[in-house]
């Protein structure tokens, strides 16, 4: 018998251990019952028994909520969510197909059948993204991320990266930035850059970047832009040479300290780099507030402001 059956046959049914825990908390033991729910569940969880850890922590969570262990309840609850996503979640996002989508014309008779895998392709994208997004929102409201499950955003950012007929790299860098794997975040930048037309590789990784800042995650900024650069070695790829890359990096460095003056010369001396998308002049706002505490200005206090001065 393998280690994996020993230690699956070690378990016993669910059900013994939802009753013995039942009691503990019965006799007011909660804390003691709550390291037990935690641990007990891990075990399940660590042998695929998901079903069973689930049984376990939603009785768990109802117990503690119920006797107004409201930090101990809410902490299961948690874990509850959280293993929803790695079981039952994630069993049906990789039963969603996976095909390639054809990428040349010939005769008529391929472009026909090129327009019907597109619209199947389109229709699978559709489909997953509907699925993946209620339980983003599902797990937004009952789990611990305001934006959602990170687990759910890698799984959305990936299928709509392999899947979509027409990529919108922009969607993709949201999910990913919410998400928590920015090596695979990489890869796929690295991926982009080896299709994508003239011109938009850069873009991709200064949007990726300025994405991750604009809500005060430096660490994994600077961890895509030196992954990418390594994976693109290891590829013997070129690594693009341009001005938005270089106020890229200039950025990260002078973030690192209190150089507010130099960040606003930064901005002044890339505009036309940065001005190539629209939505980099927002993120960087974000990042003075999120970085130095500047305030964003409403443009609307801005318009009623010139009125007076006008007045």
């Known amino acids: 018998m393998s ?20 009691k503990v908390i019965k006799d007011g033991n909660c804390y003691g019952a709550q390291q037990m729910y935690k641990s007990i569940s891990a075990r399940y969880t660590s042998v695929q028994r998901f079903s069973e850890a689930l049984d376990l922590l939603h009785s768990g969570a109802c117990l503690q909520l119920e006797k107004n262990q409201v930090t101990c309840g809410s902490e299961l609850a948690v874990m509850f969510v959280e293993t929803l996503v790695k079981d039952r979640v994630r069993t049906i996002y990789k039963l969603f197909p996976q095909i390639p989508v054809p990428q040349h014309l010939g005769e008529e008779d391929d472009v026909h059948q090129l327009a019907e895998a597109l619209a199947a392709a389109k229709t ?26 990170p687990q759910l955003h890698v799984m959305l950012a990936e299928y709509l990266y392999s899947e979509s007929p027409e990529l919108d790299m922009a969607k993709i860098t949201l999910h990913f930035v919410r998400g928590d794997d920015p090596k695979k975040f990489a890869s796929t930048l690295v991926s982009f850059m080896g299709k994508c037309y003239p011109g938009e590789d850069d873009l991709a990784i200064a949007r990726a970047v300025l994405m991750y800042l604009s809500v005060g995650n430096m660490r994994d900024a600077n961890f895509l832009l030196g992954e990418v650069k390594q994976q693109v070695e290891a590829k013997k790829l070129e690594f693009p040479q341009t001005d938005l890359i270089y106020f890229i990096s200039y ?9 507010y003056p130099l960040f ?32 964003r200005r409403n443009p609307l206090q801005g318009m009623f402001g010139d009125i007076f001065k006008m007045m």
């Open 251 to 259: 950025l990260l460095q002078t973030l690192q300290r209190d150089a």
């Open 3 to 22: 280690r994996e059956r020993l230690r699956r046959a070690a378990l016993p049914p669910v059900q013994e251990n939802i009753d013995k825990l039942e």
């Open 124 to 149: 699978r994208v559709e489909c997953c993204s509907s699925f993946l997004r209620a339980a983003i929102r599902w797990s937004a409201e009952f789990g611990p991320h305001r934006s959602g499950s």
């Open 264 to 295: 606003s010369m930064l901005r002044s001396s890339y505009k036309q780099s940065i001005d190539r998308e629209p939505a980099f002049n927002e993120w960087l706002d974000d990042i003075g507030e999120v970085f130095y505490g500047v305030q």
